[in-house]
């Protein structure tokens, strides 16, 4: 296959980088592709590592992957310790960048202390994760180490998919390191529960006199980014932005809608958004001058963060086919659900202040022809660490929706992960951190969703002792997502410290 000499490419870029046990692995996992849903081919390839290394692998029927190494060196009796990571990585990419995330390696370059990808996502969530868990499972038999299950789980950034489904009869150990967090040196002992929610309506579409004309408005250049762990920053949505366009140029009277689309992704902060919309020829200056007006308002709100943020109407030319538009009521309704869902934070915690505890990402809008118009879906991701503010959210949703005739489906939140801070792992993981980094780090919850709540749950009692940390990764699930590079190696020490630790002290 072509990921050999692509894995070589990725080679000369990290070739110098220390702890060669993680970047290794962390090359080998660039080169293959690996989205959610199309893990065969990565599986197949830590069948084959482990197999050559005369370790045993289960796989379950979701295709989830136990690979066990036995203790040694005098810890052949400790308690197995499970480190756990998921294998798939979130497709993103910039707009003119050519790349197929189903049979194209990635591409990689060093910036300062820092690796990223070239105009895609990195996949360092969580290809750092299952590079630690490999470089564990390989090591030589006289290191003192527990016996050690690497949980590799499937199709995490599409709903932890694979984690839902686990079969947790495969995993023996109580004591697990959730290798999926991005901000070293915290620790982490909670996350949020999520739930996708579809609100759907029914459009009618009429044809439009003569005197009208086709065009495009496009918002693009936003940061974007992780709807879990970068939603308490406040950043543009692409969906909100041409909303509220839209809002001021239909209110005005300049353009009618035919329609609007933007993001394919629950966990994504949308950065691009189109509409096409029809407008008198006469009135395009007037159109310019309210663009420009919204893009002046919005470059004050968000200006400081969103620097790249662009605007753009292009007229089109006029073809043969019958212009066909909105219907001014269903035109107000698509508006007044794009203008009224609410997106970003919608409570901070009062135990943890910095945390968001309940938001909602308005993740995409999309919609498929009728017979005498079009559907419109717009699909929400909703988190919160509280059970039941879910619900509460969707209630909310429903009440629009009833206000505008669409109707609401939604699938079964996931749990999140409730904090247990007298944990023995939590203790263990604090002192080896103290000792490396000569100061207590912050143990704290995340907003973003880890398989740890789920796993839990699968793995029934007795209950499983929990901790999660990382590297520190910047802009997950965008094309700017960069690992630092000088957290490796600490973050390395540390996950081999703590079950060293635990085989010594059984």
Not at 127 to 143: I, K, N, Y
Not at 160 to 184: C, H, P, Q, T, Y
Not at 232 to 238: N, Q, T
Not at 454 to 464: D, F, M, V
Request: charged share 20%; with cysteine.
């Amino acid at each position: 296959s072509g990921s050999d000499n692509s894995s070589m490419v990725s080679a000369a870029v990290t070739q110098d980088l220390e702890p060669r046990a993680i970047w290794k692995h962390f090359e080998s996992l660039a080169s293959i592709p690996r989205p959610s849903k199309e893990e065969g081919e990565v599986i197949e390839w830590i069948k084959k590592f482990s197999e050559a290394k005369g370790l045993s692998w289960q796989q379950d029927a979701a295709g989830n992957l136990v690979v066990r190494r036995p203790g040694s060196a005098g810890g052949e009796n400790a308690p197995t310790v499970v480190i756990q990571g998921h294998v798939d990585m979130v497709c993103e990419k910039e707009k003119e960048k050519v790349h197929n995330f189903s049979t194209d390696p990635i591409k990689l370059e060093i910036e300062g202390d820092w690796l990223t990808a070239v105009g895609t996502t990195l996949g360092a969530d969580n290809g750092m994760g299952v590079a630690a868990g490999l470089a564990l499972l390989e090591m030589p038999q006289d290191v003192t180490l527990p016996p050690i299950e690497g949980l590799f789980t499937v199709e995490e950034e599409i709903g932890l998919v694979g984690a839902k489904a686990l079969d947790g009869s495969m995993v023996e150990g109580r004591i697990l390191l959730n290798l999926d967090a991005e901000d070293w040196p915290n620790i982490y002992v909670g996350c949020a529960g999520g739930g996708i929610t579809k609100l759907a309506l029914n459009c009618k579409k009429e044809e439009l006199p003569d005197s009208y004309t086709p065009a495009l408005l496009s918002v693009g250049g936003l940061v974007g980014g992780h709807s879990g762990a970068d939603i308490h920053k406040y950043r543009a949505s692409a969906i909100k932005v041409i909303a509220r366009v839209l809002d001021n140029l239909v209110g005005d009277g300049c353009c009618r809608l035919a329609d609007v689309s933007a993001g394919d992704k629950h966990n994504v902060i949308p950065r691009e958004s189109e509409a096409s919309i029809f407008i008198q020829s006469n009135s395009i200056e007037a159109i310019r001058a309210v663009i420009g007006n919204v893009e002046k308002e919005l470059l004050l709100e968000y200006g400081v963060c969103e620097k790249t943020m662009s605007i753009k109407l292009e007229p089109l030319e006029k073809s043969g086919t019958p212009k066909l538009a909105l219907t001014p009521d269903c035109e107000k309704k698509v508006l007044a659900l794009l203008n009224l869902i609410p997106h970003g934070p919608i409570k901070f915690s009062h135990s943890i202040p910095e945390l968001v505890e309940t938001s909602n990402n308005i993740a995409s809008v999309k919609s498929t022809p009728t017979e005498n118009g079009a559907e419109f879906v717009v699909t929400c991701s909703t988190r919160s660490s509280v059970n039941g503010a879910i619900e509460a959210v969707r209630r909310q949703f429903r009440a629009l929706a009833g206000l505008c005739n669409a109707t609401v489906t939604g699938n079964k939140p996931y749990p999140g992960w409730q904090p247990n801070l007298d944990s023995k792992v939590l203790k263990c993981t604090m002192e080896e951190v103290t000792k490396l980094i000569g100061f207590k780090p912050e143990v704290t919850a995340i907003h973003a969703g880890l398989e740890c709540g789920i796993i839990g749950e699968r793995l029934g009692s007795p209950p499983c002792d929990m901790v999660a940390f990382g590297p520190t990764i910047i802009d997950a699930h965008s094309p700017a997502e960069r690992v630092q590079i000088s957290t490796v190696e600490p973050f390395w020490k540390l996950v081999l410290n703590i079950v060293q630790n635990i085989a010594k002290s059984s």
